[in-house]
Structure formats: structure tokens, C-alpha cells
């Protein structure tokens, strides 16, 4: 079953430990900037928007990859990235629209959130819940419903 990492940012308090265990976890450094995933904050406004790869079904970054390394895992829609392919030219990260390449200084290559092999440390390790791991279904269904409730109806 497909699987998909989904954030609440209503629930998400910026406390970047998520992007911490993310960067220990992949690089065995302790520093956000080397985590897969990465918050958008508004420190004065209070926001905090956790910012992951969406997993796209027709990927900017497959089509901008130079080295033709980025692929879609068929069994879990995982885009996954050969990284000793790279060159490190970061095309694919510009052109991904939800800021979701990162890249990886330490081995001069971009990289995105691959599920930790289908048990992310991150949603493990989120203390409130604003990052959750569901079934695509469910994914797909908790959209709906929010983007129901925000509906105004005028009479």
C-alpha cells in the first residue's frame, strides 16, 4: 500500500526536531540544514510550515535532472535518486516547486526525503503530530475534508 509523509502545519510549533533527527539519521551530522526535509518559519507571525517532498506523480525534478538519476519507485510512488550519479548542478532543486531538493554540501549532491525505507524518523520523532505517515487514501481524503471545512457558503 502507498504511503504518503503529510504535515500539518496548524500543528507544527517549529521546533525543528524533525530536521534534526532527519540530518543525523541520513548524514550522521546534527545540523538542519543537512535533513530532508526543512521548516518555512514566520517567527513573528507565528507560522511554521514543515516542507517535504511531495512525492509528485509527474516530478519537476525527474524531467530537470541532467544526469537522468531521479526515478519513481513503482510499488510505493517514492521519487528515489541514484546519488552517485550527481553532479551536484542542483537543477532539479530549482525546479522544485515546493522546496523539497535539498542539498547535501558534505557529498556535493541534492537529495530529497526518500520515507527512511518506509519508517520515517521524523514522524517518529515529531513530539506534536504535525507530521504524520498515512495511506494515500487517507492522505487524500484528509484534503478534502480541509479544504471542505474552509469552504464559506453565503446565502
Not at 548524514?27 to 512525492?55: K, M, N, Y
Not at 521524523?122 to 505517515?133: H, R
Amino acid at each position: 500500500m502507498k504511503k504518503q509523509l503529510i504535515a500539518d502545519p496548524e500543528k507544527c510549533t517549529g521546533c525543528g526536531l524533525c530536521e534534526l533527527v532527519c540530518a543525523v539519521n541520513k548524514s550522521g551530522v546534527c545540523h538542519p540544514s543537512l535533513a530532508r526535509l526543512s521548516i518555512w518559519r514566520d517567527e513573528t507571525g507565528g507560522i511554521f510550515i514543515p516542507l517535504i517532498c511531495r512525492q509528485c506523480d509527474d516530478a519537476p525534478c525527474v524531467e530537470a535532472c541532467l544526469m537522468n538519476i531521479i526515478s519513481k519507485e513503482p510499488a510505493t510512488g517514492v521519487t528515489l535518486r541514484r546519488e552517485e550519479g550527481c553532479i551536484g548542478c542542483r537543477a532539479c532543486q530549482v525546479a522544485c516547486p515546493f522546496e523539497a531538493s535539498r542539498y547535501d554540501y558534505l557529498r556535493d549532491v541534492v537529495v530529497n526525503c526518500d520515507h527512511c525505507g518506509g519508517d520515517p524518523m521524523c514522524v517518529k520523532y515529531c513530539p506534536t503530530g504535525a507530521l504524520q505517515y498515512v495511506p494515500v487514501c487517507e492522505s487524500l481524503e484528509a484534503r478534502r475534508n480541509d479544504a471542505a471545512g474552509r469552504c464559506v457558503v453565503t446565502g
